[in-house]
Nanobody, 115 residues
Framework: QVQLVESGGGLVPAGGSLRLSCLAS????????MRWYRQVPGKQRELVAS???????VYTSSVQGRFTISRDNAKSTVYLQTNSLKPEDTAVYYC?????????WGQGTQVTVSS
């Protein structure tokens, strides 16, 4: 079992930055694909960024150049640095870990960007 706890969300003005963290416990994440998703009420959960065990990274086009995903396996932590935030980035951000055919989710952290 893997437990994921996100932190770092908050309220920021447009153009601001936040650093989201996802701390994993219960099992190593070294061989996991780690992802950040986001969701707004009434819409499907959207993949924002992913990083695999080899360091391969993918971003959704709307955050390319503004967000940076990274991982520190020794600290069992994945980060999402969000810069140049826009009101449309407002959402609950969720951490996801995929390993050994299983998916684990955190409880989410709210990011609100004011215009």
């Amino acid at each position: 079992q893997v437990q994921l706890v996100e932190s770092g969300g908050g309220l920021v003005p447009a153009g601001g930055s936040l650093r989201l963290s996802c701390l994993a416990s219960g099992s190593s994440i070294s061989f996991a694909i780690m992802r950040w998703y986001r969701q707004v009420p009434g819409k499907q959960r959207e993949l924002v960024a992913s990083v695999n065990s080899g360091g391969g990274i993918v971003y959704t086009s709307s955050v390319q150049g503004r967000f940076t995903i990274s991982r520190d396996n020794a600290k069992s932590t994945v980060y999402l640095q969000t810069n140049s935030l826009k009101p449309e980035d407002t959402a609950v951000y969720y951490c996801n870990s995929q390993q050994a055919g299983l998916n684990y989710w955190g409880q989410g952290t709210q990011v609100t960007v004011s215009s």
